[in-house]
C-alpha cells in the first residue's frame, strides 16, 4: 500500500464537493461523541464514522502504528467514501498522525484534529492558570498539550496524567457506576490533578464521564471536552471553505473495524440515539 504522498488523489469535481459527507474517525466508538455534536451542529452534513474498533486501543499504541491505521482509514474515507474532510476524533491518533495527513491532504481537503480547538478554547480564558490534562498515555507521552500550552501561552501553568484505564473502561459501557467510580476518583486524586482551574479531557471518550468528574471536583472547576468545541471548529472550516451542505441527501454511515454486541449497544449512548453499525474492514480489501 503506497503512503498518501506517493499517491494520485482523484479529485471530486468541486461543485460536488458540498453535498460529500464528512469523514470522522477513531480508536473505537469514543468519537462517537464529537460525531454527535457535528451532527448537531451541522444537520445538513452526512456523516461516515469508522471506528477502528479491531485496533482499540490507541492510547498504548506505537505512533508508528497509530500513523499506519490513521493513514489507512484516511484513504478509505477520501478514496472510497469521497468525504469533503477529515475529522480525526481521537486525541491519540490527533498527537500521532495529524501533520501527517494534513501535509499528505494539503490543497486536496482539510483534515481537523481534536486537539488544537481545546488549546484556543483554554488559552482564550483568563481565569484558567492552571490546567490539568488527562489522556491516553500516548497522547500524555507525546507531550503535545504541554508544548502547544507553553508555546501559546508561557504563563500558564500545566500538569498532565496519563488514565489508560479510563477510554477501555468506557467502551466496555462502565460509566456512571460503582465501577467507573472507583476508577474515576482514583485517578483524580493523584497529586497532579490538584489545585487546577481547569481539567482538559484529552480523550475523545471522557464525555461520557464528565459529570463524574465534575462531581468529584464538586463543579467547582472547569471540565473542557472536545465536542461542541470541535464540532464549530468544523463549522468554520467548512465556512471558510465554501464546503456546507444545505440540504442533506443521505443517510449517515457509521463503520467498525470488529463488531461485538457491546459496541452496539454502547454506540447508542454515545451517539444519543440508536444507530445501526457496519462492519467494515478495510485491510481485508487491500
Ligand atoms: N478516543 C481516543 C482518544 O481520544 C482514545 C482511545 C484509545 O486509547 O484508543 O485519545
Redesign the pocket.
Known sequence: MPGFLEMKFPLPLPQQMNSQPIGIF???I??LTVAKAISTSLPNETLIYFGDTAH?????KSNDSIRYYSEQITNYLYQNEHCKCIVI?????SAAAYEYLRDAFKNVIPVIN?IDPIIEEVIAEDDIRRVGII??K??INSGIYQEKLQRRKSTLDFTALATPLL??MIEEGFYNDKISHEIIYSYLKQPELQNIDALIL????YPLIKAEIMDYYHHKIKVIDSTTIVANKVKKILEIEGLLNDKREKADKFYVSDYTDSFEKTTAVFFGSKIHLELKNIWQSK
Open positions: 477513531d480508536s473505537g469514543g468519537g482499540m486501543p490507541y492510547g498504548d476524533a481521537c486525541n491519540t491518533a481534536v489522556a491516553t500516548t497522547t477510554a477501555p484529552g480523550c475523545t471518550h
